[in-house]
């Protein structure tokens, strides 16, 4: 499949550039602040957007789902959640919380944005707004639970 023709993740998405420790993609200003505990391992924080999908993932707080760290992303199988065609897009950028409907799955890509145009099928929902190396000295597979982040 050519992935060119498709809308790439930073399509629209306002960047930010100053922190290379920090997600891409700058988060919504008025999205629904989550914490995402990783088991008793790790405890981040992100922002859901107002996207269809993000929307139906917050009528579901708290959420606990399986995730396994991968090489660049923690992702698990989740149930089906609800998209517009026009929020598709292939792949991420760093930080990002993504919904990939081919499977189901959430995942949370923390590294190799410049290598992520492959991988299609993607919905942006949120964005994590901790320092990403956090995630990235996770290994193996934790029972994730997503929140409503205390006001």
């Not at 809308?7 to 290379?20: D, F, L, R």
């Amino acid at each position: 499949m050519n992935n060119q023709s498709k809308n790439p993740a930073a399509k629209n998405a306002q960047i930010q550039t100053e922190n290379p420790d920090l997600a891409t993609r700058r988060p919504p200003a008025d999205g629904t602040k989550i914490r995402i505990r990783f088991g008793d391992n790790l405890s981040v924080n992100g922002i859901l957007n107002h996207c269809k999908t993000a929307q139906a993932l917050v009528q579901q707080l708290p959420y606990t789902i399986e995730m396994a760290r991968y090489t660049h992303d923690l992702c698990g199988i989740t149930k089906p959640l609800p998209y517009q065609k026009e929020e598709i897009h292939c792949g991420w950028l760093n930080g990002d919380i993504n919904y990939s409907f081919g499977i189901p799955y959430l995942m949370i890509p923390f590294k190799d944005e410049d290598q992520s145009a492959y991988f299609d099928y993607q919905v942006n929902i949120g964005v994590i707004t901790s320092p990403l190396e956090e995630l990235e000295g996770l290994n193996g597979t934790y029972d994730v639970t997503i929140e409503r982040a205390e006001p």
